[in-house]
């Protein structure tokens, strides 16, 4: 069973479309992250989640908005998607304070 | 804030002994973490120190002196499936949730 799975694994789509990216945890963990990396392979934290809950929002443009229905699940929408969003996107979890973060596979965005 | 230093690139060959150096900067410390992540792959998780001194774990180990903020990861016994990038991480110091991972090194492993 993966531990954390999100989907999809590539999305090509043009400038200015709406797309989300899912991501599920079955580790049983409180804490969930968006993360984001470059073309220079630079991880950059976006969004942190503890039990549903908003912790960490990071200087990221208000078109990204992630959503935690329960705390096995963080997806992000991104709206009015610019060439500068083409990167991998991880999704990654933690138990509290827990010195290991699992990462998914990535989503590889191509903005066209 | 929090930064993190590493070397960008190193090269070794199969066999060989390699050490990535990582140096951070930040006020409140949960431990230095190192994470491997091949071409096209997740990061995944080496290790963690945190207190001083050298963990082993098979051919990695890595070490921690927290009074020069200070950490490096030491491969033995090099193969050809080492290569990778290999980030080292802190605690977020406003809360100590979310990972800052440093820059990252790529080792390339020669034949």
């Known amino acids: 069973d993966t531990a954390v799975s999100q989907t999809p694994k590539y999305l090509v789509t043009q400038m200015g479309n709406d797309k989300s990216i899912k991501c599920e945890q079955n580790?049983?963990?409180?804490?969930m992250y968006w993360y984001k990396q470059d073309s220079k392979k630079f991880l950059k934290i976006m969004f942190s989640?503890?039990?549903?809950?908003?912790?960490i929002n990071e200087t990221v443009p208000n078109r990204f908005s992630p959503k935690s229905p329960d705390k096995a699940h963080l997806n992000l929408h991104i709206n009015s998607l610019e060439l500068g969003d083409s990167a991998v996107y991880f999704c990654a979890s933690s138990q509290d304070r827990q010195t290991e973060a699992f990462f998914g596979q990535g989503t590889r965005l191509t903005v066209v | 804030g929090q930064s993190l230093e590493q070397p960008s690139e190193v090269t070794a060959v199969e066999g060989a002994i390699v050490q990535i150096n990582c140096t951070y900067q930040t006020s409140g410390f949960y431990g230095l973490s190192w994470y491997q992540q091949h071409d096209g792959g997740a990061p995944t998780f080496l290790s963690y120190?945190?207190?001083?001194g050298l963990e082993e774990t098979g051919r990695f180990s890595s070490f921690l002196s927290r009074s020069d903020s200070y950490g490096y990861l030491l491969l033995q016994e090099l193969q050809m499936k080492d290569s990778a990038s290999y980030f080292c991480a802190v605690r977020d110091q406003r809360d100590g949730q979310n990972f800052v991972f440093g820059p990252g090194t790529r080792l390339s492993v020669l034949p």
């Open positions: 120190n945190a207190l001083d």
């Open positions: 580790l049983g963990h409180d804490t």
């Open positions: 989640y503890n039990n549903k809950e908003l912790i």
